[in-house]
């Protein structure tokens, strides 16, 4: 029995002793790790209060950015390849410009058109339309037109003007227009400033040195016009003495008017004379061509053409006109004129 306790007891100490050794390493340890945490922890916060802390100032100067610069830095860093591979493609690196655009209106004139009026003008917002009342002006390019009353669509790109009358209806002021170096007086424009077509009615123009009188003339370009009702007269008045009166016609300003048949006119009295197509030279300056005729008429010989003939330049200093004369009695007349002219500078020393 007592060589069985002194056995059993030699182990059990022995056990007791080593586990109460390894707890206190444990223990040890621990308390070792704990010190060394806490001493990190009293290093750390010990710095940062022994620092003290600057906050740097901003002024609205730090703020701004200066984009070329900005785009430049980027460009920089992206070629010199100083960012990797994986920012050079990123979308937030890539400036984006700012860009904006102006609608235009399809109603919209090419130029402006400039329009005043001493009575009123009248604006309708919502039709695009402006009326001008009493002696009414507008322009647009070179052309200008006056009248007593314009009316203005903006919409249709369309100038209306009228003529002004009185309570009995009788034309007392005329509408008229102006593109370069054209004049039309007329009793009525409609014109389209996109196409530069119009329709007039009553017009009387002045195309070299003859007088064009139309009931209703269409213009399709700047320098072309078919009319109806045409007559061509060299008298300045609005109801002219003489003249030849033809259907239908066409003219080009300043080069040439056609016509179908035609035939003179005296005091509106039409004479029995018909061609079957008139010819009408419109230059201005010394050119070949007919001479248009005048009418007369006296006791002895009646009524009669005057002065129809054909005028022929033969060179820089002389010309040749052949002219004659038919009246109503049977009698008529011919007669050449020539003209040799050079003008000659005398300096007197």
Do not use: W
């Given at each position: 029995m007592y060589k069985f306790k002194k056995i059993f007891f030699v182990p059990v100490l022995t056990a007791i002793t080593i586990i109460a050794v390894s707890g206190n390493i444990n223990t040890i340890d621990t308390f070792y790790k704990d010190s060394l945490q806490n001493k990190k922890n009293i290093n750390i916060n010990s710095a940062v209060d022994t620092v003290p802390k600057r906050t740097p100032k901003i002024t609205s100067d730090t703020l701004k950015k200066d984009t070329a610069d900005t785009a430049f830095l980027i460009d920089t860093l992206i070629k010199g390849a100083i960012l990797p591979d994986s920012l050079k493609n990123d979308s937030l690196l890539k400036l984006k410009s700012d860009t904006f655009s102006i609608k235009i209106s399809k109603d919209t004139f090419d130029a402006p058109v400039n329009?005043?009026?001493?009575?009123?003008?009248?604006?309708?917002?919502?039709?695009?339309?402006?009326?001008?009342?009493?002696?009414?002006?507008?322009?647009?390019?070179?052309?200008?037109?006056?009248?007593?009353?314009?009316?203005?669509?903006?919409?249709?790109?369309?100038?209306?003007?009228?003529?002004?009358?009185?309570?009995?209806?009788?034309?007392?002021?005329?509408?008229?227009?102006?593109?370069?170096?054209?004049?039309?007086?007329?009793?009525?424009?409609?014109?389209?400033?996109?196409?530069?077509?119009?329709?007039?009615?009553?017009?009387?123009?002045?195309?070299?040195?003859?007088?064009?009188?139309?009931?209703?003339?269409?213009?399709?370009?700047?320098?072309?016009?078919?009319?109806?009702?045409?007559?061509f007269t060299t008298c300045n008045l609005d109801e002219p003495h003489f003249g030849f009166r033809a259907r239908k016609s066409k003219i080009v300003n300043n080069k040439i008017a056609v016509t179908g048949s035609v035939r003179p006119e005296f005091d509106s009295v039409p004479i029995p004379i018909y061609l079957p197509f008139g010819y009408f030279p419109l230059y201005q300056g010394r050119r070949s061509g007919l001479l248009p005729p005048t009418f007369e008429t006296n006791d002895q010989e009646g009524l009669g053409l005057a002065g129809i003939g054909y005028y022929k330049i033969l060179g820089p200093h002389m010309d040749l006109q052949l002219r004659g004369d038919i009246y109503s009695m049977g009698s008529w007349k011919v007669y050449l004129n020539s003209k040799y002219l050079k003008i000659i500078n005398i300096v007197v020393a």
């Open positions: 329009y005043e009026a001493s009575d009123s003008v009248v604006g309708l917002l919502q039709e695009k339309i402006i009326k001008l009342y009493g002696k009414a002006k507008a322009e647009y390019q070179d052309v200008s037109i006056n009248a007593p009353t314009i009316e203005l669509d903006q919409a249709k790109n369309i100038l209306k003007a009228a003529p002004g009358r009185d309570s009995l209806g009788d034309l007392t002021e005329y509408a008229e227009m102006k593109q370069g170096q054209e004049t039309y007086k007329t009793e009525g424009i409609e014109y389209n400033f996109k196409t530069q077509q119009g329709l007039t009615k009553g017009a009387i123009t002045t195309q070299g040195e003859m007088y064009v009188h139309t009931e209703i003339a269409k213009k399709i370009d700047a320098n072309t016009m078919y009319a109806k009702g045409t007559f």
